[in-house]
């Protein structure tokens, strides 16, 4: 005689609510793990009188920061060479943006740029609409930094006094760059 018989898999339910547990105990551990060891923000408080450079500046005015920055290193090597700060002609001379008059110089503000007594490189913008004046004032000691300034007001008024309060109280405002782990630029709408 033949006789079918029903074989129950023992714990079939069981089985289903372990998997169940299992998977949301892996999905809550991943969760815990992306919250503790996620990307922080840091962002750096910047002063009022400062501008960032990733963010704050357009493109031409992000393009000539870049190029003074770059600009500067060369100035220096110049100025331990000849043993004076070298002029802008010197510089375009050497071809070095942005002290040089090309096309790329034109569609970036058409920089006049000159040699302040105090040894800092003024850039007077022809066009205030894409790049405002630069200020690049080099330092006293070999191995500091820089500092660049920007004026969007215009007309500017001439640079008489490099001292941060006088420059703050004329309108312009210190290029910063604080590089953290937001690399991407953000646009302030």
Do not use: K, N
Not at 11 to 28: D, F, P, W
Not at 72 to 90: C, H, K, M, N, S
Not at 146 to 169: G, K, N, T
């Amino acid at each position: 005689m033949s006789r079918v018989q029903v074989i129950r898999p023992a714990g079939a339910g069981h089985e289903t609510l372990y998997v169940l547990m299992v998977s949301a105990l892996i999905v809550a551990l991943a969760a815990s793990v992306v919250l503790v060891r996620g990307e922080r923000v840091d962002d750096q408080p910047i002063a009022s009188h400062q501008i960032d450079a990733r963010r704050d500046l357009t493109p031409a005015e992000q393009g000539l920061y870049t190029d003074l920055r770059v600009a500067f290193d060369e100035i220096q090597y110049l100025r331990e060479e000849e043993g004076a700060v070298p002029d802008v002609q010197t510089l375009a001379a050497e071809g070095l943006p942005p002290f040089v008059v090309d096309a790329g110089s034109q569609g970036r503000g058409d920089h006049h740029w000159s040699l302040l007594a105090d040894g800092a490189y003024l850039g007077r913008s022809q066009a205030p609409e894409i790049a405002g004046d630069l200020l690049m004032i080099l330092p006293a000691e070999a191995g500091a930094e820089a500092e660049v300034w920007l004026l969007r007001a215009s007309p500017s008024s001439s640079v008489d006094d490099l001292a941060p309060a006088s420059l703050i109280a004329a309108g312009w405002r210190q290029v910063v760059s604080h590089y953290d782990a937001g690399v991407t630029r953000e646009h302030r709408h």
